[in-house]
């Protein structure tokens, strides 16, 4: 098996448009390479989230809580805690990516 190892260039947060107020949302990330190739962080990577506006942060689900493995460690969590506008941030070393998401 040979394995090809790129440097990641940014990070992009997968959007999530809209939400409900008191909605639990969850927040994935993707590593791109500078041509734009979507690069495999792996569930455990511990990606960096800060939540502002009408999004806060919340704890990572507990193994088997929701479903029968653990939640991912580089997915962020958050609660829509009030109508407006919310930005969720990764941050993994010296790179960094954002989305916005209107709570209604």
Same mark, same amino acid.
């Given at each position: 098996m040979v394995f090809?190892?790129?440097?990641?260039?940014r990070l992009v947060v997968s959007p999530v448009p809209t939400?409900?107020?008191g909605a639990r949302v969850v927040y994935?990330?993707? +590593?791109?390479?500078?041509g734009g190739v979507a690069l495999? /962080?792996?569930r455990d990577t511990p990606v960096e989230w800060t939540f502002s506006g009408a999004l806060t942060e919340r704890s990572r689900p507990g193994c088997g809580d929701v479903i029968p493995v653990c939640p991912a460690l580089s997915a962020g969590y958050a609660?829509?805690? +009030?109508?407006?506008?919310?930005?969720?941030?990764?941050? /993994?070393g010296a790179l960094g990516g954002s989305t916005t998401t209107v709570v209604r």
């Open positions: 090809e190892a790129r440097e990641p260039a939400a409900e107020v994935g990330v993707t +590593a791109m390479d500078v495999d /962080l792996g609660r829509a805690n +009030a109508a407006g506008t919310g930005s969720a941030e990764a941050r /993994l």
